[in-house]
Nanobody, 127 residues
Framework: QVQLVESGGGLVQAGGSLRLSCVAS????????MGWFRQAPGKEREFVAA????????YIADSVKARFTISRDNVKNMMYLQMNSLQFEDTAVYYC????????????????????WGQGTQVTVSS
C-alpha cells in the first residue's frame, strides 16, 4: 500500500503561482512513477504532469508545459508541482497518483496506469 497526501492548494489571482506538494508513505520503494492529474467540475480527469521515480524523467501536458514544472525528492518521498502564471482555466481539484506496477510501454498520461491516488487539493484561480 502507498498513501498519498496532497497539499498547497488554495485561492490565487490569475497570474499568480502555487506550489503543490504530495507526500508518499508506505511501500514507497515500490513506486515506478508519480503523476499529477486535475479535474474540474463536469469534466474528466486530465493529465497534468508525471515523473519517473528512478531517473526523474518528466512529462508535462502541452497545455501547461510553459507554466508548470514537476519535480521529486526521493529521499523525502515528495513530489511537487510548481504552477506559475495561473489562469482561470487551471481551476480544478488536483490529484497526486502513484504507480507501483512494473512493465514497459505504459502511458503515464492515462489515469488507469496508476495504482494509488490522493484525496486531492483544490486550486481556485480568480479572474
Amino acid at each position: 500500500q502507498v498513501q498519498l497526501v496532497e497539499s498547497g492548494g488554495g485561492l490565487v489571482q490569475a497570474g499568480g503561482s502555487l506550489r503543490l506538494s504530495c507526500v508518499a508513505s508506505g511501500r514507497t520503494f515500490s513506486m515506478y512513477a508519480m503523476g499529477w492529474f486535475r479535474q474540474a467540475p463536469g469534466k474528466e480527469r486530465e493529465f497534468v504532469a508525471a515523473i519517473r521515480w528512478s531517473g526523474g524523467t518528466a512529462y508535462i501536458a502541452d497545455s501547461v508545459k510553459a507554466r508548470f514544472t514537476i519535480s521529486r525528492d526521493n529521499v523525502k518521498n515528495m513530489m511537487y508541482l510548481q504552477m506559475n502564471s495561473l489562469q482561470f482555466e487551471d481551476t480544478a481539484v488536483y490529484y497526486c497518483a502513484a504507480r507501483i506496477r512494473s512493465g514497459t510501454d505504459y502511458d503515464l498520461t492515462l489515469p488507469n496506469q496508476y495504482d494509488y491516488w490522493g484525496q486531492g487539493t483544490q486550486v481556485t484561480v480568480s479572474s
